[in-house]
């Protein structure tokens, strides 16, 4: 159990509070129940985490990365978003080995658990490596294999048979969606079959689409329909998509995606946004006002360099509002939601995680709002959207295993992480032998 804590309540609606000096009771990896502090520890609990001085907050979700892609953090700056997949991040990528893969998770998880992100949404090659990773460390993922159509039938099987081997592992912290890279470089005829697949499964789609403007415009004059329109034709919507950015979303795609609101989320990511100049932005409010889900990602650290979630979801409050011009719209309570429960509900784990309340799995980041830069501290809600930053995080709990205490991580080694991963980056860098796994032209 977690006690003495102050505790975070983010409700389904509304304003969200603390609650003052309470105890979170936990059995079975569960939430068992959260309680004013003063009561008796039960006498057989097997460890009582001293949470005095601290906010518990429900563990982050980070709904949409690529978890690897922290080898390649800062290798591919200030280019534009043709110049970074086709001469940077593209080629680096076709250097990639398995145990890559595998060293640039582990150091991705290590991050997401100091910064206090218990759940990742992941969109990567080698996906086996990342869920070994995942299950090493203790997190949380919902991990889909990227598919190109230039790789033919053969990688669409492996992806379904990965599918139908991790869904469910690591005691259930491990699921699996379906990951068709883009409407620009997966054909109708796979986006059909897996969307085929993922209802067959009772799996979502996790893929980009409309990711600016230009794409949704390129889109229309090729062949007359919006990639959200591609999805919704080719059955992904009806599986169900977590859809990757959408700041190509246009009106008339809205009712598409309202009609399948129940199992459509966007994972809005706006630094990624800012550093390469698009315009707009993620449409959130309208997406909203649809009932569609939005949830918070950081996209991978090759261009949002952090995998820091409290650093996204700042900016999706603070873009949001100019970008309507409407300083009372996403308000931190809001902002606080779509970060917990949006994520949660984004992968389908609503019933699990998002929240800290009874029956929930037990995923509890302790933060400390007690430093300079979050005092006087007249709102911890505030704090937490505008001021908090990942070092604030001092104990992170996932399914009710301890993964960071006081700021150590107790299930990674990170001096010996930290020396391999550097020791791969320079094969990885070389782009002088001219391949690239695709070519970027939506």
């Given at each position: 159990?977690?006690?003495?804590?102050?505790?975070?309540?983010?409700?389904?609606?509304?304003?969200?509070?603390?609650?003052?000096?309470?105890?979170?009771?936990?059995?079975?990896?569960?939430?068992?129940?959260?309680?004013?502090?003063?009561?008796?520890?039960?006498?057989?609990?097997?460890?009582?985490?001293?949470?005095?001085?601290?906010?518990?907050?429900?563990?982050?979700?980070?709904?949409?990365?690529?978890?690897?892609?922290?080898?390649?953090?800062?290798?591919?700056?200030?280019?534009?978003?043709?110049?970074?997949?086709?001469?940077?991040?593209?080629?680096?990528?076709?250097?990639?080995?398995?145990?890559?893969?595998?060293?640039?998770?582990?150091?991705?998880?290590?991050?997401?658990?100091?910064?206090?992100?218990?759940?990742?949404?992941?969109?990567?090659?080698?996906?086996?490596?990342?869920?070994?990773?995942?299950?090493?460390?203790?997190?949380?993922?919902?991990?889909?294999?990227?598919?190109?159509?230039?790789r033919g039938q053969a990688a669409l099987d492996a992806t379904v048979r990965f599918a139908e081997t991790w869904h469910g592992a690591a005691e259930g912290r491990v699921t699996v969606s379906l990951g068709p890279h883009a409407p620009y470089t997966v054909d109708d005829t796979d986006l059909k079959a897996l969307a085929g697949h993922a209802r067959r499964l009772g799996l979502r789609v996790h893929i980009h689409a409309a990711e600016h403007l230009e794409q949704?415009?390129?889109?229309?004059?090729?062949?007359?329909?919006?990639?959200?329109?591609?999805?919704?034709?080719?059955?992904?919507?009806?599986?169900?998509?977590?859809?990757?950015?959408?700041?190509?979303?246009?009106?008339?795609?809205?009712?598409?995606?309202?009609?399948?609101?129940?199992?459509?989320?966007?994972?809005?990511?706006?630094?990624?946004?800012?550093?390469?100049?698009?315009?707009?932005?993620?449409?959130?409010?309208?997406?909203?006002?649809?009932?569609?889900?939005?949830?918070?990602?950081?996209?991978?650290?090759?261009?949002?360099?952090?995998?820091?979630?409290?650093?996204?979801?700042?900016?999706?409050?603070?873009?949001?509002?100019?970008?309507?011009?409407?300083?009372?719209?996403?308000?931190?309570?809001?902002?606080?939601?779509?970060?917990?429960?949006?994520?949660?509900?984004?992968?389908?784990?609503?019933?699990?995680?998002?929240?800290?309340?009874?029956?929930?799995?037990?995923?509890?980041?302790?933060?400390?709002?007690?430093?300079?830069?979050?005092?006087?501290?007249?709102?911890?809600?505030?704090?937490?959207?505008?001021?908090?930053?990942?070092?604030?995080?001092?104990?992170?709990?996932?399914?009710?295993?301890?993964?960071?205490?006081?700021?150590?991580?107790?299930?990674?080694?990170?001096?010996?992480?930290?020396?391999?991963?550097?020791?791969?980056?320079?094969?990885?860098?070389?782009?002088?032998?001219?391949?690239?796994?695709?070519?970027?032209?939506?």
């Amino acid at each position: 159990m977690v006690a003495g804590c102050d505790v975070l309540r983010i409700p389904a609606e509304g304003e969200c509070e603390i609650l003052r000096s309470h105890d979170i009771v936990v059995a079975d990896g569960r939430v068992q129940e959260v309680r004013p502090t003063g009561g008796v520890h039960p006498s057989d609990a097997a460890e009582v985490i001293d949470g005095r001085g601290l906010l518990a907050v429900p563990g982050l979700v980070n709904a949409h990365t690529h978890s690897p892609m922290v080898l390649m953090r800062g290798a591919a700056e200030d280019v534009t978003v043709e110049g970074w997949f086709n001469d940077r991040v593209w080629p680096m990528e076709s250097n990639l080995t398995p145990a890559d893969v595998h060293a640039g998770a582990l150091l991705a998880c290590a991050e997401m658990i100091r910064s206090g992100v218990t759940t990742f949404a992941d969109h990567y090659f080698f996906p086996e490596q990342i869920a070994e990773a995942v299950a090493e460390t203790g997190l949380r993922a919902d991990i889909a294999p990227t598919y190109f159509s230039s790789r033919g039938q053969a990688a669409l099987d492996a992806t379904v048979r990965f599918a139908e081997t991790w869904h469910g592992a690591a005691e259930g912290r491990v699921t699996v969606s379906l990951g068709p890279h883009a409407p620009y470089t997966v054909d109708d005829t796979d986006l059909k079959a897996l969307a085929g697949h993922a209802r067959r499964l009772g799996l979502r789609v996790h893929i980009h689409a409309a990711e600016h403007l230009e794409q949704t415009e390129s889109s229309l004059a090729r062949r007359g329909a919006t990639p959200i329109r591609v999805l919704h034709e080719t059955g992904v919507l009806e599986a169900g998509a977590l859809i990757a950015h959408g700041c190509g979303i246009v009106e008339q795609d809205l009712p598409l995606l309202a009609e399948y609101a129940e199992r459509t989320a966007v994972a809005c990511c706006p630094k990624v946004y800012l550093k390469h100049a698009l315009s707009p932005l993620t449409p959130v409010r309208d997406l909203l006002d649809a009932g569609v889900t939005v949830a918070v990602g950081t996209d991978g650290a090759a261009g949002h360099n952090t995998l820091d979630v409290w650093e996204a979801l700042r900016l999706v409050a603070l873009t949001q509002k100019q970008a309507v011009r409407d300083a009372t719209w996403m308000t931190v309570s809001d902002t606080l939601r779509l970060a917990t429960r949006g994520g949660a509900r984004a992968l389908g784990l609503q019933d699990r995680i998002g929240a800290l309340e009874p029956g929930m799995r037990a995923d509890i980041v302790l933060t400390d709002l007690s430093g300079s830069h979050c005092r006087p501290l007249h709102d911890p809600r505030a704090a937490l959207v505008y001021s908090a930053r990942a070092s604030d995080v001092r104990t992170v709990v996932v399914d009710g295993r301890v993964l960071m205490r006081d700021g150590r991580l107790l299930t990674v080694d990170e001096p010996a992480l930290l020396a391999e991963a550097d020791s791969r980056v320079a094969r990885i860098l070389d782009t002088s032998h001219g391949r690239v796994v695709q070519h970027y032209d939506p």
